[in-house]
């Protein structure tokens, strides 16, 4: 009480600012005797001072709040009444009685503001007087306010007096449905498809999609009967709902009559300007429109933008398959127009095998369009064949290899032919283009040749290291490790040899490629831990950490003192992933590293590997001025204490 004595005085001096303090402090200590003072400075032309008003009574709330800020709705004041309005919205709700009194007003502003503040309140109790307003008071913008607000509340209780007032007249009528949709009360479809008969366009264009957001089964067959008597804008609505409300794989269920009477509604709305309505007849015509729909369809699909409307176009080329090959799709990819050929090999992409006779059928229409079309739709094409064509294609990628120029369609045929098909006859096709001038045909080439593997291609390729060419002799090593490390260790045995480190580093990897086999590597492996290349011993020390026996802990704690920080570290970390307690003392000696990273490291590996000897070297960096340092030690010894229980 002292204290709100304090505030009541500080409100009442003529320093502002003393006044403005005043006001926050009063809401901070929740001081209720100054609530009738803090309403009053809501009216004053001092902006801080009106914010600290607002702040506190929004804080102190109760009845006391909402009575004292009710009468500055009557303010002549527009700023002052729309602050009070802003006000009860937050805290009317703890008077109702007051709020529901003034929706009996004489002043019809003060209804309309009532009726808005009550949609605020979260309250049950606010339905019924918000109802009555909506449906007996004689001024419009009270009864489309209440309507907003019972929306706004979202209680299924409001739904019968709305559906009542959904024949009030148009400017209720919107907030009304706007109501309904919210609530998405069952009761309500009825009371909506009624007022069809009288609604203005417009409000029975609201109604339908308020019909569509709903989502219930009940209002399709009450709409379906209103398609033919319907002008063909509110029609393509109805359309819209219908399969907003079913989804277009149940259009299916529909009997003949009914389907194929929708069918050419759906084909109208195709034709729409509303992209929405467009959509969802799309989408229907997916599952019952044929192949006049899918000309429509592709008429749509072949305008848009590839980049600007990528996630509709996505959506439409899918609906596209999902009617399957028909002849406009095959005039498609035929025609002169390179953007439906583009949409309509994207379309056959996705036609599932069981959309046609066999799944032959789009190959033969991409594969018989291949050589007609320009280059970019070539591509799409070949990469489409080649993912899912099968033997009946061979012919159609050897020619290609025979007579195509272009390392994209390369790429496609040389996977087809060599990774999927494994031809052994094409090995020689795909041989030269190891020496393609682009080095992604070479890897494809490369790939294939491996795939399709058998003794001549491993002589070719082991005849390929005598190359003068380093690239040659690189792709040899990586070839003979995939075909068979141990089968070519004279090779390979060369290659740790060669004065390129790339293909000595490559060939290292081709022999430990198998872990199980490292009795059999192991000594020309670890030989190159002295390489002058730090790649080279590198993948050495990757290579060890992999394939991990305790006999390589010595190799690695000998790397520890290697030259480069790099291979340290990858040492470091592979002896702290394997618990190498042998590693330990080493790992001390080097915590005095001077590159930081190398010192985080090996802190982080005496944590993993633990021990008294671990953690008392992580206890003495503990020590350290470096915060960095002894925060990496603290979380080690923390790992240790973990695994310890």
Not at 413 to 433: H, M, N, S, T
Request: with cysteine; glycine share 6%; hydrophobic share 45%.
């Amino acid at each position: 009480m002292a204290e709100c004595t304090e505030y009541l005085a500080l409100l009442k001096s003529d320093d502002k600012e003393v006044v403005r303090e005043g006001a926050f402090r009063a809401g901070e200590d929740n001081c209720v005797e100054a609530v009738g003072v803090l309403a009053e400075l809501l009216q004053t032309n001092h902006l801080g001072i009106q914010e600290a008003a607002d702040s506190s009574l929004r804080k102190i709330g109760g009845k006391e709040t909402v009575r004292a800020v009710l009468p500055l709705l009557r303010s002549d004041e527009a700023p002052v009444r729309n602050l009070s309005m802003d006000i009860l919205r937050e805290v009317g709700c703890q008077d109702l009685p007051s709020l529901i009194e003034l929706v009996h007003d004489e002043d019809t502003d003060i209804r309309i503001f009532a009726t808005d503040i009550l949609g605020s309140t979260d309250n049950l109790l606010a339905v019924e007087p918000l109802c009555m307003a909506l449906l007996k008071d004689p001024e419009v913008n009270v009864r489309y306010q209440a309507a907003v607000s019972l929306g706004e509340l979202g209680k299924a209780e409001a739904a019968p007096c709305l559906n009542k007032a959904i024949e009030d007249e148009e400017w209720v009528q919107y907030s009304v449905v706007e109501a309904l949709t919210k609530i998405g009360h069952a009761s309500s479809v009825d009371a909506m498809v009624k007022a069809l008969d009288k609604a203005s366009d417009l409000v029975a264009s609201m109604i339908i999609d308020s019909l569509g957001e709903m989502g219930n089964v009940k209002a399709v067959t009450m709409l379906l009967r209103r398609m033919d008597d319907s002008h063909t804008a509110l029609r393509n609505k109805i359309v819209k709902a219908v399969v907003k409300i079913l989804g277009g794989k149940s259009l299916t269920l529909l009997n003949t009559a009914e389907r194929e009477r929708f069918r050419e509604y759906l084909l109208v709305a195709l034709k729409d300007e509303d992209e929405d309505i467009q959509d969802a007849a799309i989408q229907g015509l997916a599952y019952v429109g044929g192949e006049q729909a899918s000309g429509g369809i592709l008429d749509i699909a072949s305008k848009l933008d590839q980049d600007r409307d990528q996630e509709r176009l996505n959506s439409i080329i899918g609906f596209l398959a999902e009617i399957g090959l028909t002849d406009a799709l095959r005039e498609g990819v035929h025609g002169e127009n390179p953007d439906r050929a583009r949409v309509s090999v994207q379309a056959l992409s996705q036609v599932s095998p069981g959309a046609t006779c066999s799944e032959r059928d789009v190959c033969g229409v991409l594969m018989a369009a291949f050589w007609e079309v320009g280059l970019p739709i070539q591509r799409q094409i070949v990469s489409v064949t080649a993912e899912r064509g099968g033997e009946h294609a061979q012919n159609f990628f050897i020619k290609i290899l025979d007579e195509h120029t272009d390392g994209t369609v390369l790429k496609s045929a040389v996977y087809f032919l060599g990774e999927k098909l494994r031809l052994a006859e094409v090995a020689d096709r795909i041989f030269p283009l190891l020496q393609h001038q682009y080095d992604d045909v070479k890897e494809a080439a490369l790939e294939a040749c491996i795939a399709i593997n058998g003794p001549v291609v491993r002589e070719r390729f082991k005849a390929m290291f005598s190359s003068d060419n380093p690239v040659d002799r690189l792709m040899s090593t990586y070839a003979l490790g995939k075909l068979g490390a141990m089968e070519n260790l004279d090779v390979l045995g060369k290659a740790l040899e060669d004065e390129i480190p790339d293909i000595r580093k490559v060939a290292i990897e081709a022999l430990a490629t198998s872990c199980e086999s490292y009795d059999e590597w192991k000594p020309m492996v670890l030989g190159m831990l002295d390489d002058e290349s730090k790649d080279v011993r590198l993948t050495v020390i990757e290579i060890l950490g992999k394939c991990f026996t305790e006999d390589f802990v010595q190799y690695m704690i000998r790397a520890l003192d290697d030259g480069d920080d790099w291979v340290k570290i990858r040492a470091i970390d592979a002896l702290g992933e394997h618990q190498s307690k042998e590693a330990v003392p080493k790992l001390i000696e080097m915590l005095e590293n001077p590159n930081r990273f190398v010192q985080m490291k090996i802190i982080e590996a005496l944590g993993g590997i633990g021990g008294t000897s671990a953690f008392r070297a992580l206890l003495e960096m503990t020590n350290r001025d470096e915060y960095e340092l002894v925060s990496a030690a603290e979380s080690a010894i923390s790992n240790i204490q973990e695994a310890q229980g």
